[in-house]
């Protein structure tokens, strides 16, 4: 009895995807927009990215309400309110203890340390 096994390399597998039909890759895309992860399930809203462009430019430490952040980001309060938990809940701000009216700050986390990160590197890369 004679055993054939098949190893497909990542490379084959992409050429394999690229000649599909387009029909199937909109399947792919619906699938990606109805169970986002990571990045997409972030920038999914389109306020969102312009929030986080913001929150990235505020001194280290500094705090804020809803109100400020959305002056500071050119957005609407309500724009605000409508993401704050999408951006408490991912790490990106923190909410500072024992405010009141509540007031929020960048979060001290893997998720905004990897954000300036990135920020960084497409500013240089964009020079």
């Known amino acids: ?3 054939v096994i098949c190893i497909t390399r990542y ?13 199937e890759e909109k399947e792919t895309k619906e699938a990606r927009l109805e ?5 997409l399930h972030l920038f999914r809203h389109e306020s969102v990215p312009i929030i986080i462009d913001a929150i990235l430019t505020l001194p280290p430490g500094r705090e804020f309400n809803k109100t400020e952040l959305a002056d500071h980001a050119g957005v609407t309060r309500q724009t605000v309110s409508n993401y704050i938990d999408l951006l408490l809940e991912t ?12 007031r929020y700050r960048v979060a001290r986390s893997d998720v905004v340390e990897e954000l300036f990160e990135l920020n960084s590197a497409l500013n240089v890369a964009g020079e």
């Open 1 to 3: 009895m004679q055993t």
């Open 11 to 23: 490379t084959d597998h992409m050429s394999e995807s690229s000649r599909t039909h387009p029909a």
């Open 35 to 39: 169970n986002p992860t990571g990045v």
């Open 91 to 102: 790490d990106v701000v923190e909410e500072v203890p024992n405010t009141s009216p509540r």
